[in-house]
């Protein structure tokens, strides 16, 4: 079973590049979402989607854009690639609201470095 | 707004022994609490969850969390740790009607041989 995948899993950028993480679940879950992980500091949501078409801010969106065509998609967009943006990114999907007590899935993980 | 707290951000257990894992919450009407837990490189994999029912949930590899509603607290437990239980383990707090999770800081644990 894929479940979520999220590609590149490694990528060192240049300050002021851009690139995109690519996510792609084959669940038929509406909701997805895109988490960094910082040392010490947990997850923090940057994006959200609750449906092809439809996509929100989290608590970090600041640098990153997001779009939804399709239900098994959600790429994440880096803009004018910042040192602040190096971290590690979980794209995750769910059926339904994550925070309402459903599973949220996790992918495994891309590694990125500003330099 | 809703906040959970993992007090340890480490925990040494020496293996055979039973292990506990802490997590204290906070959020607006009835909690739904989760354990993850994250290996070296890899995404977090999902272990239990409290919705409602039961205070004690069990989950995958053998643990367990008790659920306490006077203390909000929801520790992951395991009545005898093994070394391949050493990883980084997140517990979750969200509650009815939210799109978000909010995760804790993390706490990493260690089993010793």
Sequence with gaps: ?115 | AQSVAQPEDQVNVAEGNPLTVKCTYSVSGNPYLFWYVQYPNRGLQFLLKYITGDNLVKGSYGFEAEFNKSQTSFHLKKPSALVSDSALYFCAVGAFGNEKLTFGTGTRLTIIP
């Excluded at chain 1, 879950?29 to 988490?35: A, D, E, K, L, Q």
């Design chain 1, 1 to 115: 079973n894929a479940g979520v995948t999220q590609t590149p899993k490694f990528r060192i950028l240049k300050i002021g590049q851009s690139m995109t993480l690519q996510c792609t679940q084959d669940m038929n879950h509406n909701y997805m979402y895109w988490y960094r992980q910082d040392p010490g500091m947990g997850l923090k949501l940057i994006y959200y989607s609750v449906g092809a078409g439809i996509t929100d801010k989290g608590e970090v969106p600041n640098g990153y854009n997001v779009s939804r065509s399709t239900t098994e998609d959600f790429p994440l967009r880096l803009e004018l690639a910042a040192p602040s943006q190096t971290s590690v990114y979980f794209c995750a999907s769910s059926y339904s609201l994550g925070g309402s007590g459903n599973t949220i899935y996790f992918g495994e993980g891309s590694w990125l470095t500003v330099v």
